[in-house]
């Protein structure tokens, strides 16, 4: 059964700082990449951070240096720790596979950075 479950948004200041969290299912956590994407009003999904099987990590130019991703294989659980953030970062956060693997999405967790 496929799952992909995200929490740890909220609202923040400017500046402040959140870390998300997503449990995966084996199925996706074991076989793929994982990534972190984020869908604001308006605009379409974008992907934000990647971690690899041997833990590699690339980043969005918009939040290279803020933002770090990170994994634990024993939990099948990816993490996204957010810092320095600007109103800008303000979306629905997801966490999936690099690339996803079917159409399916999580709930995703709302981010909304604004003073």
């Not at 984020?38 to 833990?55: D, T, W």
């Amino acid at each position: 059964q496929v799952q992909l479950v995200e929490s740890g948004g909220g609202l923040v200041q400017p500046g402040g700082s959140l870390k998300l969290s997503c449990v995966a299912s084996r199925s996706i956590f074991s076989n793929y990449a994982m990534g972190w994407y984020r869908q604001a009003p308006g605009k379409q999904r974008e992907l934000v951070a990647v971690i690899f099987s041997g833990g590699f990590t690339n980043y969005a130019d918009s939040v290279k240096g803020r933002f770090t991703i990170s994994k634990d294989n024993a939990k099948s659980m990816v993490y996204l720790q957010m810092n320095s953030l600007k109103p800008e970062d303000t979306a629905v956060y997801y966490c999936n596979g690099r690339p996803p693997p079917s159409d399916y999405w999580g709930q995703g967790t709302q981010v909304t950075v604004s003073s």
